[in-house]
């Protein structure tokens, strides 16, 4: 299993377009990005790769990451950063299948599977396949599990990804909080490498209006705001779930300079063998 990590940064990128931050100059300075959430996986023995999440940022990941195009997709939950890449599709595929969760979204009314399949009913070459949470089903070799976690007032999944010949297993949180259910983190568990969602650092939560929650037993908050983790946050769940090896993806431009470049921070193009 070869894991290319296309885009790790979260929904304005970094840098963000127009923003002077030290941050964000940095990144330039470095020559370095975090793009829209995305990752490659190919399965070198099939000879098949499959895409987690379309990022808006596909054809920039396409042009400037030497992956070839993947096969099938899975969607994790439709914000714009994960779904509005799918577009894309367009004369690129002939047809691509592209896998996501069954269950109804009260706030939506339609599931993660339904709302692809509404909104890209003028695509033909885009053909959703529905699939009930923390039931596996097979794509590109790859034995998949979509999980649901914690991201409101939207259904989001994580995803495990196995292969049953090698047991080479990627996990990735999806957009969460830290209140990730104990059968999702069951399924989560024990892999070779984890991609976890680390919006901010934990100290940043003072600037939310919301503040922090899940706060640790040094009253440090695992998660910002209701939606994403911090840093803290998606360390401390990496703990739990025992990965072999942690990225911290989904990173905005919000962190400070002399930190947004630290280790285990992810960024554009890192690529893994599992
Ligand atoms: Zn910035
Ligand atoms: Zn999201
Ligand atoms: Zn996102």
Known sequence: ?????????DTTGTPTP?????????????????????VHVRNERTDEALLIDASPDFRHQFLTQE???PDEAVITHVHFDHL????NAYRLFDDLPVHAANEVDPLTDESVAGTIRSKYDYLDRVTVHD???LEPFETCGFEVTLVPVVHPPMLC?????EDPETGAKLALTGDTNYDVPDESRAVLADADLLLAEALVPAH???????????????????TFGTKHMTREGALALADDLD???????????????????????????????L
């Open 157 to 161: 999944y994580g995803v495990a990804v």
């Open 204 to 222: 940043l939560c003072e600037h939310h209006p919301l503040g922090g929650d899940h706060h640790d037993e040094n009253g440090v908050p695992q």
């Open 243 to 273: 990965a072999a090896e942690t990225r911290l993806v989904h990173v905005s431009h919000f962190y400070p300079a002399e930190e947004a470049f630290e280790e285990p921070l992810a960024l554009d193009g890192e690529q893994y063998r």
């Open 1 to 9: 299993m070869q894991v290319t990590l296309l885009g790790t940064g």
């Open 18 to 38: 127009d923003c002077d931050c030290d941050t964000c100059r940095e990144a330039r300075d470095r020559g370095v990005e975090r793009s829209r959430f995305s």
């Open 67 to 69: 992956v070839g195009l």
């Open 84 to 87: 509005d890449g799918l577009g």
């Open 131 to 133: 699939h009930a949470p």
